[in-house]
């Protein structure tokens, strides 16, 4: 999550004299960030099997990263990928849109981590640690695979949407087929290139393990799994999947269809996950199946309208605050064994689910708005 997708309803907010026309809203796919985000907090505390036959689809919680970086580069080309294509776009108002949208939140998650640093320390050479400590506040741990994870593990994939954004005004400008055909041809060479770097893992399989899951572990796999480049296909991907949405109605029963094939196909593959390549289901093969998720959901059609219910919207809004923060709020939470002082620890794990949304919620509307709304005004007097 980070990456979670931009901002609420899919449509990032922007300066008032940046002077950009707003595209139509997409409830629907801030409706469905509410799963994505909840999946990835249930991929990381609990057990897949208390949850019926949804285990497969939690045991590959972390395809729901991959979905949100492809929505994100969705996103983003939906928004502003007009723009930039006429010059409208000012690329400096971009970066700071998007740095006040994300730093905050990002901030309050390494105040929160101080409870880590002592076991950082340990766990890292002297010279390791104190590169950590420089450049996980630069959005830059990413780049070295055994700091991904440092004090922060959700916190890895803020570096790669940082590149990912840094590089955006460009890609935004790239041409767009005029038909849908060379269009697809395009995306599915994106699709293949995605795919690459787990194939060639798989191939060549530079770590020697015999088998290759979710808690595997090797030098190479880290770089696979944490490191920015890998994921840029399925970010790319989604800036191009904004292209092939200008091509098709948002009424009509098509978008349904892709919608719903989109969702079972997922959840089939998922199913089978255990016999799949992890390298490969980790970042690349979902991506055409996310695609149809995404433009179903941003059609009008009962589907978007369930995904659009607003408690699920109101959720999503805050699904950036509840991935970046989750982690270190549930050691938090249970490492002060609050819950059994207050006796409520029977309700465990799922009440400690339900303060996570609600820690959330106040994190989006006290910590995340109120600190862009000053950021963006301190920046707005600097010009």
Request: hydrophobic content about 50%; some cysteine.
């Amino acid at each position: 999550m980070s990456v979670p997708a931009p901002a609420a309803g899919g449509r990032p907010k922007v300066h008032a004299d940046e002077n950009l026309k707003k595209p139509a809203r997409l409830p629907a796919l801030t409706g469905l960030r509410c799963f994505a985000a909840l999946n990835i907090v249930f991929f990381h505390f609990s057990d897949p099997n208390w949850f019926g036959f949804l285990a497969p689809v939690i045991n590959a919680g972390y395809a729901s990263v991959s979905y949100f970086i492809l929505l994100s580069g969705f996103v983003m080309a939906y928004n502003y990928s007009h723009k930039a294509r006429t010059g409208e776009l000012d690329t400096v108002r971009f970066w700071e849109a998007r740095f006040t949208r994300l730093f905050p939140v990002y901030l309050l998650s390494l105040l929160l981590a101080w409870q880590m640093v002592p076991a950082e320390y340990g766990a890292h050479s002297h010279r390791m640690f104190w590169t950590g400590m420089v450049l996980t506040p630069l959005l830059m741990q990413g780049w070295v695979p055994e700091l991904a994870t440092f004090l922060n593990t959700p916190a890895w994939t803020m570096s790669a949407e940082a590149f990912f954004y840094t590089v955006f005004p460009w890609m935004a400008r790239w041409k767009r087929p005029r038909r849908i055909k060379p269009h697809l041809l395009k995306m599915t060479a994106v699709w293949a290139l995605g795919m690459t770097p787990g194939v060639v893992y798989v191939l060549l399989n530079p770590d020697g393990l015999g088998y290759v899951d979710r808690w595997s572990w090797g030098a190479w796999l880290q770089v696979l799994k944490f490191t920015p480049l890998p994921h840029l296909a399925s970010f790319v991907f989604g800036v191009m999947l904004a292209g092939l949405d200008e091509h098709l109605p948002r009424k009509g029963q098509l978008r349904l269809l892709l919608g719903v094939f989109g969702f079972v196909a997922t959840f089939v593959v998922l199913t089978q996950s255990a016999s799949l390549p992890y390298p490969v289901m980790h970042d690349g093969l979902l991506m055409p199946l996310f695609g149809c998720i995404i433009l179903g959901l941003a059609g009008k059609n009962w589907l978007a309208s369930v995904f659009g219910w607003a408690p699920l919207v109101f959720i999503g809004e805050a699904s950036y605050c509840l991935y970046l923060l989750h982690f270190n709020m549930w050691n938090m939470l249970h490492q002060s064994h609050l819950l059994d002082k207050l006796g409520l620890n029977k309700f465990d794990p799922w009440i400690s689910y339900v303060l996570l949304i609600a820690m959330a919620v106040a994190a989006l509307h006290f910590v995340e708005k109120p600190a862009q709304k000053q950021l963006r005004r301190v920046m707005h007097l600097w010009r």
